[in-house]
């Protein structure tokens, strides 16, 4: 470990390639080399988009791509879950609802306005033009409790929460006529999985739930867009293997009585072989150590994440 290394990614300034992709009949990718992605469904009357990008100005470029390939009216914002990084470029949209499961929208009320200004300090390129946010936290208009269809037009599109994972309000959006899915966080590709708001008991369980739905094409959170069966098993696989080998090495480390540092540093260093070469690796793993070794601890629910909190978190394991 560098003990220079700067906070998360304050020093990641580089711009990345964004690609625009049809994957399916009606479900295109905006995908952009590891940076967070935004899932595109395009019904018969409407379109749906899937996380919105962290501020209006880079939903812009959203917005450009999608009437590049249709007029229709962008009725509907989904937020797979409640990460400042997916939902403060909502209001660029103009939709008539924005959704998000019940347990989303209870993580707004009890930690938005900390998680805003935490991801905010933790990774400033993502927040491009930050002034174009609104004042406030983005709401969802619309909330559900386990599922919710919308049909657009005869597409139905199921809003599904097939337990917890990233986050305790995880939701997937599934086309059944295609097996399509967009995955949100739950699963990254080539890209590390952020974990410091995770559940990992229950992430592999619920990464199982979205493969016995068998999708034949999967837009992740960070990564490519993966297209046809064997992609997206490796997705999920990858995604499995990552956050199962981590949640072991704490647990390890908290069972055999190691303070958090040194359970860190034992981890960093069995992770990392295997792992480091995945995109915002070395902003994960601090906060993904933390929450684990929390988990295996004395904390069932993850603990807010405050910018004080990140800074005195992020001296205390890398400094
Ligand atoms: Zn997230």
């Known amino acids: 470990m560098n003990p220079s290394k700067k906070f998360a990614s304050q020093a990641d300034l580089e711009e990345k390639m964004v690609s625009f992709k049809q994957i399916s009949e009606h479900a295109w990718a905006y995908t952009a080399e590891g940076d967070p992605n935004t899932g595109i469904i395009i019904g018969d009357d409407a379109v749906l988009v899937a996380d919105t990008q962290a501020t209006p100005a880079m939903a812009a470029d959203v917005i450009r791509r999608i009437r590049e390939v249709t007029d229709k009216p962008i009725k509907y914002v989904v937020l797979t879950h409640y990460h400042a990084v997916r939902v403060l470029g909502a209001s660029a949209y103009e939709p008539q609802q924005i959704l998000a499961s019940q347990d989303t929208y209870d993580l707004i009320v009890e930690r938005g306005e900390q998680d805003k200004a935490s991801e905010i300090g933790r990774f400033p390129r993502l927040f491009r033009n930050v002034e174009t946010v609104p004042a406030g936290l983005t709401w969802p208009t619309m909330t559900f409790r386990g599922k919710m269809t919308l049909w657009l037009g005869k597409l139905e599109v199921q809003l599904l929460q097939l337990g917890r994972g990233h986050t305790k309000g995880d939701t997937v959006v599934w086309l059944p006529q295609e097996r399509t899915l967009l995955s949100g966080d739950l699963v990254e590709f080539d890209a590390t999985p952020y974990a410091g708001d995770a559940y990992f008991k229950d992430w592999p369980q619920t990464l199982d739930n979205i493969a016995a739905l068998n999708p034949l094409a999967l837009v992740p959170g960070r990564g490519p867009a993966l297209v046809g069966e064997k992609q997206v098993q490796a997705g999920l696989a990858g995604t499995r293997a990552f956050v199962s080998d981590l949640y072991a090495a ?60 990140d800074i005195d978190m992020w001296h205390a394991l890398e400094g």
């Open 250 to 309: 704490v647990q390890a480390g908290a069972a055999a009585g190691l303070d958090l540092k040194t359970t860190y540093k034992n981890a960093y260093a069995q992770m990392a072989p295997k792992y480091g070469q995945w995109v915002i690796f070395d902003h994960c793993m601090p906060f993904d150590v933390t929450r684990a070794y929390d988990e295996a601890t004395q904390y069932p629910d993850p603990r807010v994440w405050t910018a004080q909190r």
